[in-house]
């Protein structure tokens, strides 16, 4: 399995659970840069395996980085762009996903996992004009490659497609909402805090490769 | 003649954002909505080494659960057990003795792991301060008084109030069908706020023990509930009106009354000292309240988000949240009236 964080999440439960969620920024940033121990199922929510899926979105940084890009990408370059890949990026998520679960290999893609957030994130940042159909281009391949591993993953930690169903919801009201939120901020000065975002996102991806093929790894 | 069309949009997309959120939220979970109160056990040290137990076990199904707490091997029960039914549960007593006392023991509830359902443990010790738990399927184990497990005294009804609410579907589709309706922000508060103090009010007054609504009758009238707002959101389709359309926070308040005593259920302070229960009950709505909140403001943020990447759904998806409340109410009543009746 890929790497992936673990964040403290919720309220403090007994034995084994997560722990309070007062994280530090520094905490948050070690570990975000961090990858830690291949783990298929990140959180155990309680709730069931619908709300484990939406979760694990949610503590998978290069899952939540390349979806946050991808959406911010796609609203810098208006409604009609961020539609087309909102629904590639579903399909794709859904598609790969599907395969993952069947599928279900053992594989270990950190670095491509990082790669995309960190292409995408450096796009971002630059605001080159994509055209419409190489960013939805990128939306379903992300979402192929992304979804893939979040199947195979839900089939390894025995959440299965519920798992998936709810990690592709994750996927769509997330996407959703950032596009949106872009595609407001697109005109004038706010642009510029699109794109810096974009950076910040190029640059966790810069330190997350540099960590992963450090000497000696 | 153009705020009609941006009303109509407004709330085409408002239909679309619950059609998402139905089924992010709600739709694994719908056939199990209401089957996940919570469970109580609690030990009160009587002299050193002997407990009084008492056990309360929720229902599923009209059957009691089965889950059962699992003492250290030297415990053993001193008395035969007595069970009685208590609202949606089964209250169990019976003495238990632990030679060594339960200072360290490890206590498991047997069964918790393949369910939803938390249970709240109480632990009351002759020489120390009393120590509640919450467990669920993840952690169906505490040590008492262990490090690093610390216990949560009240707060631990925060978190139940909030998993109450967002496991609670029945609840959540009435609310959905509420912003179905109502038309424009104003409304919008006055409908959801009415919603809080009804549901408030009579869960203060279960929790107090003032009064109670049986649980077989009480399931289906806020099935009931769900089930007249369904022909409601047809009418608002159709440009009709009606007094629940143009007054909608005042079924909110009427309805929010049954669902209030629908949630305590979820609160058992069967067992706790008086001067807890207010806390519990304050901190199990803030619970319910933030879930709730979060629950609506989703579906408003999916609503603008909608609006501003100009999404356009066809025909059949728009007016499936509509028909998802209605058909779901109409179920829901058939089948909570249908076990009322013993079948």
Redesign the interface.
């Given at each position: 399995m890929r790497a992936a964080l673990r964040l403290p999440v919720?309220?403090?439960?007994?034995?084994?659970?997560v722990a309070t969620s007062r994280l530090a920024p520094a905490a948050f940033l070690t570990a975000l840069l961090v990858p830690g121990r291949a783990d298929a199922h990140l959180v155990?929510?309680?709730?069931?395996?619908?709300?484990d899926g939406?979760s694990h979105l949610f503590v998978t940084a290069p899952d939540l980085l390349v979806v946050a890009a991808l959406a911010l990408l796609a609203g810098l370059r208006g409604?009609a762009t961020?539609?087309g890949t909102?629904l590639a990026v579903i399909i794709a998520w859904g598609l790969g996903g599907f395969a993952g679960l069947l599928t279900a290999p053992a594989v270990v893609w950190t670095a491509i996992t990082t790669g995309s957030f960190l292409l995408l994130g450096a796009l971002l940042a630059a605001d080159r004009e994509l055209p419409v159909g190489v960013v939805i281009g990128l939306g379903a391949l992300v979402g192929l490659i992304h979804g893939f591993l979040n199947g195979a993953e839900s089939a390894a930690a025995g959440i299965g497609f519920?798992g998936l169903?709810?990690s592709l919801?994750?996927v769509?009201?997330l996407a959703?909402?950032i596009?949106?939120?872009a595609?407001?901020l697109a005109e004038g000065s706010t642009r510029v805090a699109v794109r810096v975002a974009g950076s910040w996102i190029a640059a966790i991806g810069i330190l997350m490769l540099g960590w992963l093929f450090r000497p000696g790894a | 003649m153009a705020g009609q069309v941006a009303a109509r949009h407004r709330a085409r997309a408002r239909t679309l954002s619950i059609v998402?959120a139905l089924?992010?939220l709600l739709?694994?979970?719908v056939a199990t909505a209401h089957e996940l109160d919570p469970g109580f056990l609690e030990l009160r040290e009587t002299t050193p080494g002997e407990y009084s137990v008492l056990w309360k076990v929720p229902l599923k199904a009209g059957r009691r659960m089965s889950l059962d707490p699992v003492f250290p091997t030297e415990c053993s029960a001193t008395t035969p057990v007595s069970s009685r039914p208590s609202g949606r549960g089964v209250m169990e007593r019976w003495r238990l003795e632990c030679p060594s006392g339960l200072a360290g023991a490890s206590i498991t509830i047997g069964g918790l792991e393949r369910t939803?359902t938390?249970v709240m443990i109480r632990i009351e010790l002759t020489e120390a301060e009393p120590l509640t738990?919450?467990?669920?399927?993840?952690?169906p184990?505490?040590?008492v008084g262990a490090e690093g497990?610390?216990s949560?005294g009240a707060?631990g009804y925060?978190?139940l109030g909030f998993?109450h609410i967002?496991?609670g579907i029945d609840h959540l589709l009435f609310v959905l069908g509420l912003l179905l309706i109502v038309q424009n922000p104003w409304t919008l508060l006055n409908t959801v706020t009415a919603f809080t103090v009804a549901h408030s009010i009579t869960l203060a007054i279960a929790t107090l023990g003032w009064a109670s609504a049986p649980a077989a009758p009480l399931n289906a009238a806020i099935a009931l509930s769900i089930l007249f707002l369904g022909p409601e959101i047809v009418r608002v389709w159709r440009g009709e009106t009606s007094f629940t359309i143009r007054h909608p926070w005042v079924v909110a308040f009427a309805f929010g009354l049954l669902h209030g005593f629908g949630f305590a259920s979820g609160l058992s302070t069967v067992g706790l000292p008086q001067a807890e229960i207010p806390l519990a009950l304050l901190l199990f709505n803030l619970g319910v309240e933030a879930g709730q909140l979060f629950f609506v403001l989703?579906i408003l943020?999916?609503e603008?988000?909608?609006r501003?990447?100009?999404?356009h759904w066809p025909r059949w998806a728009e007016m499936f949240p509509g028909y998802a409340v209605g058909s779901l109410g109409a179920f829901w009543f058939i089948q909570r009236t249908w076990m009322l009746l013993g079948g």
């Open positions: 919720g309220i403090t439960r007994a034995r084994g659970e155990n929510t309680g709730f069931g395996p619908f709300y939406i409604h961020a539609r909102l519920v169903v709810g919801a994750a769509a009201v959703t909402l596009s949106a939120a595609v407001s | 998402i089924g992010a739709a694994p979970v939803y938390d738990y919450l467990v669920g399927s993840t952690n184990t505490v040590v497990q610390a949560q707060l925060l978190w998993e967002l496991l989703l943020a999916l603008r988000a909608f501003v990447l100009e999404i």
